[in-house]
């Protein structure tokens, strides 16, 4: 199958960085979402709530928009009993997020968003690779049949799981970014390492759109790591899309500590670092999101900063870095 046109050249010439959205499921939590109940169910129980948000963030100055469909596949959904509507419930996360965005007053990308599976693929575990492909091409399909401009592929931790789902991308027809959850000593937990990022698929198809890295281990971290993959490759477009603090339980609830000034900050030093699309993961509220946009317009560059800048201004980091050798 013919695999569509790269849909970012376009809107990154145009704009030169691209301000990707805040988080899914902390916000739908805010908005009613109950711990345990799977935030896909949501695009046929509440569609008007899913929209609201894809629009908050519109509002806020996102470019590019996530559907809500993270863990759609159908061994996520088999854990609330809807493994037999991945398609419908794909489908319905896009069309959400479509409708928002073809009502914007500019471009605005729809990116269906592919998680996890949240299996383990062989050797380590018992998915088998063909499966986990078979399964986020069931997935990739219901995205593309609600109108997803493209496929992201986030928080993985296994290259093999990453080229199953950039792979299903490709046999459906639709491009992919692929971004990585760096956590666990500086690599992702299956041993990635943010400098070999870049080479993880690039015979497939005609290779990611963009790599990066997301969630993870908190805003220093994320940026450490957005250091080694723009040293690494500086030319390719890199994404970081990192949580807003790492999270205290206060009260009973989850909160994430991270202010819209330090989110502003953030953005910043990505720009500075050589990060071409930027957004905000877990706690990153709409009221993050447009302080980033606000730094983002109004950015003077800076010199790239190095490790010891983003401790200062940011923040000690939560785990200690492997070095790139």
């Known amino acids: 199958m013919t695999v569509a046109a790269n849909p970012l050249a376009a809107l990154l010439a145009e704009r030169g960085v691209l301000l990707a959205d805040g988080a899914m499921a902390t916000n739908l939590f805010a908005m009613g979402l109950e711990i345990g109940e799977a935030p ?165 198809g005609q290779g990611p759109l963009a790599v990066g890295a997301n969630c993870g281990a908190g805003v220093p971290d994320t940026l450490s790591s957005l250091l080694f993959m723009t040293e690494v490759d500086p030319a390719a477009t890199v994404v970081v899309k990192s949580n807003c603090g790492i999270p205290e339980y206060r009260g009973g609830e989850l909160h994430y500590p991270g202010s819209p000034g330090l989110m502003a900050d953030y953005a910043r030093l990505a720009r500075d670092a050589g990060a071409r699309i930027i957004g905000g993961c877990c706690g990153t509220s709409c009221i993050h999101l447009a302080a980033m946009r606000q730094a983002l317009d109004s950015y003077v560059p800076g010199p790239r900063p190095t490790l010891e800048t983003i401790v200062e201004r940011i923040g000690p980091l939560h785990i200690e870095t492997t070095k790139k050798d």
């Open 40 to 204: 896909e169910l949501w695009n046929e129980l509440h569609p008007e709530l899913v929209a609201k948000l894809h629009q908050d963030f519109i509002d806020a100055g996102a470019d590019i928009i996530l559907t809500n469909s993270f863990g759609g596949t159908r061994y996520r959904l088999k854990l609330c009993h809807a493994q037999d509507r991945v398609h419908g419930l794909n489908k319905r996360a896009a069309e959400i997020a479509r409708s928002v965005a073809d009502l914007a007053d500019r471009t605005i990308l729809v990116a269906g968003s592919v998680g996890p599976t949240g299996e383990l693929l062989m050797p380590l575990g018992a998915l088998a690779y063909e499966d986990a492909v078979s399964a986020f091409v069931e997935q990739v399909e219901g995205l593309q049949a609600g109108g997803a401009d493209l496929i992201w592929i986030e928080t993985m931790s296994s290259p093999e799981e990453i080229r199953a789902a950039a792979e299903a991308a490709v046999k459906v027809g639709l491009t992919y970014i692929y971004t990585a959850s760096f956590h666990a000593a500086g690599k992702t937990m299956a041993g990635l390492h943010p400098k070999d990022i870049h080479g993880v698929a690039t015979d497939i």
